[in-house]
């Protein structure tokens, strides 16, 4: 789900830096895709080690980005036109949705952990 979440996030921001009435503008793509990735990594990788606060950095991951989706609908009413606007707007509203499951998924994965880490020191 995250990397589903990091390529619908730097296709939407494409779309919209790179269709721009204006000027196509590359260097925020490129900026961005390596930050998205960069901070997503990093917050799975706090996950999946069961570093203190995991679940907390992951949700504040998700709400960066579920802001940024909600800025690229913003943006791309404004920037871009034609049937590239509603695509920016599918893309951004699916990715959004996809972050609250992954904000309940790393719960659930933080949860299952703890259980069973208890499962086996009662043995």
Do not use: C, E, Q
Request: avoid cysteine.
């Amino acid at each position: 789900m995250i990397f589903l979440t990091v390529i619908l996030f730097i296709s939407s921001n494409s779309f919209i830096f790179l269709f721009h009435k204006d000027h196509p503008n590359f260097g925020i793509v490129f900026r961005t895709s390596l930050f998205v990735v960069f901070l997503y990594s990093w917050a799975l990788i706090r996950l999946l080690t069961s570093k203190r606060f995991a679940v907390s950095f992951m949700d504040f991951v998700n709400i960066v980005y579920a802001i940024g989706f909600i800025s690229n609908i913003a943006l791309a009413a404004t920037k871009i036109s034609g049937i590239n606007v509603w695509i920016v707007v599918g893309m951004s509203l699916i990715g959004f949705i996809i972050n609250i499951l992954i904000s309940k998924a790393a719960r659930k994965f933080k949860s299952d952990m703890y259980l069973s880490s208890t499962i086996t020191v009662k043995k």
